[in-house]
């Protein structure tokens, strides 16, 4: 099963990078190329009228092209994650995936520049070349001592950031975290000893960052894999290991642990013993960051220090210190100033903006994604989470501050509230906006049915769940078929072994759910054969019933068939104690940002409290993904300039929701262009109370709501999430017989949290 799983893993990743196209990324113009026009303005003779703009200015050269927005990722493959020297082409998938993270994070554009060049001069002398192209530089997986030369010759040469994120990416977090933790213990910079181990490119950042925060250089301790480094040593020490050469003799990290207030370790498992970690001093701080096995795991640090604090490099464990927290922020604060470097004072703005959001109260959005931590300042939360949605806006706006006011800004920015806004307004992007209910998922362990479990898109969703997720997977169907179903597919879940199979043809509770149907349905006109034969044919009513009696917390089903034949079951066996259908509501993620559509399947003609209804129903699961909803009412009518039936039922719905006083903005009734272009509403009906564009169109018919869907998918790229069904209590969900493996995985991270978990 183990092999099997490492397997499917292997093929997994593989076949996340080589289809549907190769590479994480690729390249999109940004402006219209439709007509004569547009190619005499993109090309010649238009584009010579920005050249001359240029020329004549250099700087605007962040105003006319990409320049201001575009960072390049370089690596000569000396140092690639723990792979070591595999050279520049192998590297290339890590430096897509580096500028993956900057995209997604901090909307930065990024080109990965692989060179085949280890002589650090020549390759610092290539670098600086760059320098038209880019607004900054990211230096990437380049061995020590070679990066520190790039890094230093390409700083004093080139008038734009240079930032070697294995060295200040990570010092960067582990200041962060080693000044909240010193806040936690109350212990000083200034009279803490540090024992350090790795003196890699990391491990040499972190300490010249402690430096800058207060260490006194007298109280560090630095130890490679042939002991401490000492004035004298024989055995290699670079220069920048010998500036924390400690006394004349040999010594291990043993000898010299004693009294330690933290161990920083940035080298390889075992490094650190608990006997070790028992000479430490009281409430000693173990940032044991070595992946993906640290020095020392943290159960063994608090078997001999139950007051310790703890941090590492791994997701399992609290206080994880990952560089993500870091690089995309400050490259984002760097870049809207036009920085001509990152300095001292940037980073260190940047380790205070990171460890005051720890210390600040949790976000509602993180508090929702990470359900069940530790998310209270203290020894288990040092450092915010990565996808807390507040760092861009504090991290990035903490680095513009600072590099205007150390005067290294060259497009100051006048408002740094206003900018501060804006960033946190572009954070909830593409797959990102489901990181919260992902997270939220984990936190809760339930049991969600599959009605169609023979299906090979359920089967490898099954399988995701079962890797991702904490929630436990039921299957309906033959286990003989699922069996096969899962070799031929080379998933390595097997019935039964993996996950809980019901089969209709022979499960021991067959009696127990025909006879809880019949109950329910027996003056509805079901006969105790025909129940026995629905209970034998019907995956749906048997998911509905398994959820009824308590075997399951969540049903999915839909991959095959009409949406309003499997709602029927659902309304027949789980419309109870106020519990209906209310609507269906489908997340379409668009590059620009989340849309949400009802009611798309249930209410073909909704009444106008229905249409209330949805509209109060689907503000509130957008808040499940960070989004403070704002609802359009949508008819063909404007504001009451046609008197059709969608635009009276929209009219009366809003009179419905005006009566509830809601929480949520909302306007109507309107077209969805106007919906969606404040613009043009403006021009429309100026005292409109919608600011902004909507996220949430509600319309009047489940034709117009599905088009709208369908359209969105299939002509502009978006991303569906859903259908959800509203009303249910999350005890079920039917999906579309289009639906992804990825799409069910979706939909089980939302039935897979309770509902009291978001209201």
Same mark, same amino acid.
């Given at each position: 099963m183990d092999e099997a799983r490492q397997d499917n893993a292997r093929q997994a990743a593989l076949d996340y990078h080589e289809f549907p196209k190769p590479g994480k990324l690729e390249i999109r113009a940004t402006k219209p190329l439709a007509n004569g026009r547009d190619l005499a303005r993109a090309y010649s003779p238009g584009v010579a009228e920005a050249c001359l703009e240029i020329k004549a200015d250099p700087a605007t050269a962040s105003r006319y092209t990409s320049r201001g927005n575009l960072v390049a990722v370089v690596t000569n493959g000396t140092a690639v994650l723990g792979l070591g020297n595999i050279g520049a082409l192998a590297s290339k998938p890590v430096m897509e995936g580096k500028a993956v993270l900057f995209k997604k994070f901090a909307n930065i554009d990024c080109f990965d520049i692989e060179v085949n060049e280890a002589d650090p001069y020549k390759l610092a002398d290539i670098v600086c070349a760059l320098e038209p192209t880019f607004g900054a530089i990211n230096l990437e997986d380049i061995k020590a001592p070679d990066c520190f030369i790039v890094e230093q010759l390409c700083r004093e040469r080139m008038n734009i950031p240079v930032f070697h994120d294995d060295q200040h990416g990570t010092a960067i977090v582990v200041g962060a975290a080693a000044t909240n933790a010193l806040h936690v213990s109350g212990k000083r910079f200034e009279d803490i000893k540090v024992v350090s181990t790795g003196g &890699? %490119? %990391? &491990?040499? %950042? *972190?300490? @010249?960052?402690?430096?800058? !925060?207060? /260490?006194?250089?007298? @109280? /560090?301790?630095? *130890? $490679?894999? $042939?002991? !401490?480094?000492?004035?004298?040593?024989?055995?290699? #020490?670079? #220069?920048?290991?010998? %500036?924390?050469?400690? &006394? #004349? #003799?040999?010594?291990t990290v043993g000898d010299v642990i004693a009294g330690a207030d933290l161990f920083l370790g940035l080298s390889g498992p075992g490094v650190l013993t608990p006997e070790m970690v028992a000479k430490m001093a009281p409430a000693p701080i173990v940032f044991a960051l070595a992946n993906p096995t640290p020095e020392i795991l943290p159960d063994a640090v608090r078997a001999v220090a139950p007051d310790a604090i703890i941090a590492t490099g791994r997701s399992d464990f609290p206080n994880q210190v990952n560089n993500v927290l870091c690089f995309p922020f400050i490259f984002r604060g760097a870049l809207d100033v036009g920085a001509t470097t990152i300095n001292a004072e940037m980073e260190l703005a940047c380790i205070e903006g990171i460890a005051a959001l720890a210390r600040a109260t949790t976000s509602a959005e993180a508090a929702a994604a990470y359900k069940g931590e530790q998310l209270s300042f203290g020894p288990d939360y040092l450092i915010p989470k990565p996808f807390d949605p507040r760092l861009i806006g504090v991290v990035a706006s903490a680095v513009a501050k600072a590099a205007m006011e150390t005067g290294v800004a060259t497009r100051p920015i006048h408002d740094l509230e206003a900018y501060r806004e804006k960033l946190n307004g572009s954070v909830f992007k593409s797959a990102l906006i489901m990181r919260p209910v992902f997270e939220a998922a984990r936190q809760a362990t339930r049991r969600i049915v599959f009605a169609e479990g023979e299906d090979e898109r359920v089967l490898r969703a099954a399988n995701a769940m079962l890797e991702e997720m904490t929630d436990k997977p039921i299957l309906i169907g033959r286990p003989e078929v699922i069996a096969t179903r899962c070799e031929r597919a080379g998933l390595p879940i097997r019935p039964d072994i993996d996950f809980e199979i019901v089969n209709p043809e022979n499960d021991h509770r067959y009696r127990d759910y025909w006879t809880s149907y019949h109950e329910l349905m027996e003056r509805r006109g079901v006969t105790p054969d025909i129940a026995r034969a629905v209970m034998r044919t019907n995956t749906t009513a048997i998911a509905a019933i398994a959820v009824h009696r308590g075997d399951a917390e969540s049903m999915i089903c839909g991959t095959f068939g009409q949406y309003q034949w499997h709602l029927n079951y659902v309304r027949q066996i789980l419309a109870r104690g106020g519990l209906y259908p209310q609507g269906a509501l489908s997340l379409m993620i668009q590059e620009d940002g989340p849309l949400f559509v009802a009611d798309t399947h249930v209410n073909a003609v909704p009444t106008p409290q229905q249409i209330a209804q949805s509209a109060i129903s689907a503000a509130r699961h957008a808040r499940r993904f960070g989004v403070t909803p704002a609802v359009a009412l949508c008819s063909h009518s404007n504001f009451g300039n046609g008197d059709s039936d969608s635009g009276r039922r929209m009219r009366e719905a809003m009179q419905i929701l005006e009566q509830h006083e809601v929480d949520f903005s909302f306007e109507g009734e309107m077209s969805a262009d106007a919906a969606l272009d404040s613009d043009l509403r403006a021009r429309i009906f100026p005292s409109a109370r919608l600011v902004g564009a909507a996220n949430i169109l509600v319309f009047a018919y489940t034709d117009a709501a599905n088009t709208a869907r369908n359209m969105l998918k299939m002509k502009a790229g978006g991303l569906e999430v859903g259908p959800i069904l509203m009303g249910m209590g999350n005890l079920a969900h039917i999906v579309t017989p289009s639906i992804t493996a990825r799409g069910l995985l979706n939909i089980s991270a939302l039935a897979g949290t309770p509902v009291a978990h978001y209201g």
């Open positions: &890699g %490119a %990391a &491990g040499i %950042a *972190c300490l @010249n960052m402690l430096l800058k !925060l207060g /260490v006194r250089r007298e @109280n /560090v301790w630095l *130890c $490679d894999i $042939d002991g !401490l480094v000492y004035h004298g040593r024989l055995s290699e #020490t670079s #220069t920048q290991k010998a %500036a924390f050469a400690q &006394g #004349t #003799t040999p010594a």
